[in-house]
């Protein structure tokens, strides 16, 4: 069966960091798209396949990046200066379908996506 995990949130103050992990199961995240993304808005992080460009919305750039490591097959979000808006459920997700990073990530353009791991940014 094939499912996707995410792992690495937790409780953290605000100005603090978080590194997120996304693996997979039953297939090979280097062959799709990934995008990173809560239950409200757009995609806080996406990276193409192949050429590995990457997009992100105003509301993380410069604070957040998304990077494989293709030995592993996985997928992080490092996010730093961290927010009470970043708050929230996040999840990882597929995308095999012919699109644009900047496409995917603003329309959501997604497969397959985990359970996701809770992030909480709090004094």
């Known amino acids: 069966q094939v499912q996707l995990a995410e792992s690495g949130g937790g409780l953290v103050q605000p100005g603090g960091s978080l590194k997120l992990s996304c693996t997979a199961s039953?297939?090979?995240?280097?062959?799709?798209?990934v995008g990173w993304f809560r239950k409200e808005g757009e995609g806080v992080s996406c990276i193409w396949r192949g050429d590995g460009s990457t997009y992100y919305p105003d509301s993380t750039k410069g604070r957040f990046r998304i990077s494989r490591d293709k030995a592993n097959d996985a997928v992080y979000l490092q996010m730093n200066d961290l927010k009470p808006e970043d708050t929230g459920v996040y999840y990882c997700?597929?995308?095999?379908?012919?699109?644009?990073?900047?496409?995917?990530?603003?329309?959501?353009?997604?497969?397959?996506w985990g359970q996701g791991t809770q992030v909480t940014v709090s004094s």
């Open positions: 997700a597929t995308f095999g379908g012919q699109s644009t990073v900047q496409e995917m990530c603003v329309r959501m353009l997604y497969d397959r």
């Open positions: 039953g297939l090979t995240l280097e062959r799709y798209a």
